[in-house]
């Protein structure tokens, strides 16, 4: 059994896909986990339940719409109520869905940027004083299109490039006692609505690696920059195949 006192990090959507596969490398190396979720309350529960079952009081899940301020900033309070410190706070949770010139509206607007940018800035807020207590770190999933712009998702691209300038900005602000960094997948897992073969042969043409990432390629990325990358800060690194590079 691991201490009491071990590492906690709390992962936003951290129910399904990256977020979870993230969860579970971090578990597996016996850190305590905090999953926030929104509508994946069955899998955040069972993820809770394989964690606790294999290391009792290791995890928890926490229900938030990050868009609701009250149950937003409550997220980071209730690590601390649970586990009594906070080590990592991973930005992972995102919206994504196209917003086409003349067909969109301030209510996609509000929901691409409380998710990819608003949330981020006040979840780091609340947690900076108890990650600079443990000399903490922020991890945010950005994404290429934060830098490459993608067509008919121009308010997408333009909340991830706010999270880019987040992580520089903070990494600067909250210095020396807490680094900021950013992992910017590139093509990792297929969009669940679904793509043609002719599109994905299209984004495996634009990637010199000419192959889809794998989750672990996501995972062994944020894991450097939590452990290893200890002289690093405000750094974006991509993890893209070299797609950003055509």
């Given at each position: 059994?691991?201490?009491n ?9 951290a129910g ?9 490398d ?6 305590r986990v ?6 994946s ?6 993820l809770?339940?394989?964690f606790?079952?294999?290391?009792p009081d290791s995890a928890?899940?926490l229900?938030?719409d990050?868009?609701d301020?009250a149950?937003?900033d409550?997220?980071v309070?209730?690590?601390?109520a ?10 992972n ?7 086409p010139i003349?067909?969109s509206s301030d ?5 691409l940027f409380?998710?990819?940018a ?9 947690a900076?004083?108890h990650?600079?207590?443990?000399k ?12 490459r ?7 997408y ?5 706010a999270?880019g300038m987040l992580?520089?900005?903070?990494a ?10 950013a992992?910017?997948p ?10 043609s073969d002719?599109?994905?042969q299209a ?10 990432g794998e989750?672990a390629d ?8 939590i ?7 405000g750094?974006i690194l ?5 797609r950003?590079?055509?």
């Amino acid at each position: 059994m691991m201490p009491n006192d071990s590492a906690v990090v709390l992962i936003t959507g951290a129910g399904r896909r990256i977020g979870a596969a993230l969860a579970a490398d971090l578990h597996g190396r016996g850190y305590r986990v905090a999953l926030h979720y929104q509508n994946s309350a069955a899998e955040a529960a069972a993820l809770c339940a394989d964690f606790n079952q294999a290391r009792p009081d290791s995890a928890i899940a926490l229900q938030a719409d990050l868009g609701d301020a009250a149950r937003r900033d409550a997220l980071v309070p209730a690590v601390l109520a649970h586990f009594g410190r906070l080590d990592v706070l991973i930005n992972n949770a995102s919206s994504f869905f196209p917003t086409p010139i003349g067909s969109s509206s301030d209510a996609d607007w509000d929901v691409l940027f409380d998710a990819n940018a608003r949330a981020p800035f006040f979840l780091s807020q609340t947690a900076a004083p108890h990650l600079a207590r443990y000399k903490g770190c922020i991890v945010n999933l950005l994404d290429i299109f934060a830098e490459r712009p993608k067509p008919a998702h121009t308010v997408y691209c333009m909340a991830k490039a706010a999270q880019g300038m987040l992580t520089q900005s903070l990494a600067l602000e909250l210095a020396p006692e807490v680094r900021v960094n950013a992992v910017a997948p590139g093509a990792i897992l297929w969009p669940e609505s679904g793509k043609s073969d002719a599109q994905k042969q299209a984004i495996l043409d634009a990637t010199p690696l000419t192959r889809i990432g794998e989750v672990a390629d996501i995972c062994k990325a944020v894991r450097f920059l939590i452990e290893d990358a200890s002289y690093c800060t405000g750094q974006i690194l991509a993890v893209d195949g070299g797609r950003l590079l055509r």
